[in-house]
């Protein structure tokens, strides 16, 4: 059963332009959770999406983030006109139920 | 307060010793507790998934939780060198399995052969 599925693993973006993030979860889960993990500050929760459905966005940015689950196909997280803060890695999480298995993660540079 | 703390490290022990791991936590709603370990530069690693209070073990690892005290423990037995790595505390925030999670800042932990 393949795990929690990330692409790209690196993506590099220049100051304004737009990057797309990947996640295909486990298969049988229904549950897909993004998080970001800056240098010394932990991993933090960004948006949880059911299939279709945004469930709980309350730690993605107000401006520039957008996520979805489409009923076919990879969660994508979307930031638009990317800043230099916005270099990080950003995992994606997946669950069936309560236990969440994380993919390998994208990690982003802003130059 | 934060809602989850975390001893800071790094910690470095010799091959073979007993490890403890510990964080507290502010919410008495939280129901269930995950331990994760992550390699420099991977995505973190599902260890342990306890519900309520009391102690799971699995191989040389064991997670302990005091929901009196909002205390939880990982020991790690035989440590070896392929333990080293950072070692993360999180609960899902209201409760709920599926709730999204909230994280220790995580310890590295460093096992000298």
């Known amino acids: 059963n393949a795990g929690v599925m990330q692409n790209p693993r690196h993506l590099v973006r220049r100051r304004g332009q737009e990057a797309r993030l990947r996640c295909s979860p486990m298969k049988g889960h229904s549950h897909v959770y993004w998080y970001r993990q800056l240098p010394e500050e932990g991993l933090k929760f960004m948006v949880y999406l059911q299939k279709e459905n945004i469930i709980d966005e309350s730690g993605m940015p107000k401006e520039r983030f957008s996520a979805e689950f489409p009923k076919e196909g990879p969660s994508i997280l979307r930031i638009q006109q990317v800043v230099r803060g916005d270099s990080a890695a950003y995992f994606c999480a997946s669950s069936r139920e309560g236990e969440q298995y994380f993919g390998p993660g994208t990690r982003l540079t802003v130059t | 307060q934060k809602e989850v703390e975390q001893d800071p490290g790094p910690l470095s022990v010799p091959e073979g010793a007993i490890v403890s791991l510990n964080c507290t936590y502010s919410n008495s709603a939280f129901q269930y507790f995950m331990w994760y370990r992550q390699y420099s530069r991977k995505g973190p690693e599902l260890l342990m998934y306890t519900y309520s209070s009391g102690n799971k073990e699995d191989g040389r690892f064991t997670a302990q939780v005091d929901k009196s005290s909002k205390y939880i423990s990982l020991f790690i037995r035989d440590s070896q060198p392929s333990d080293s790595a950072t070692y993360l505390c999180?609960?899902?925030?209201?409760?709920?399995?599926?709730?999204?999670?909230?994280f220790g800042k995580g310890i590295t932990l460093s096992v000298r052969p």
């Open positions: 999180a609960m899902p925030v209201g409760g709920g399995a599926n709730s999204k999670l909230t």
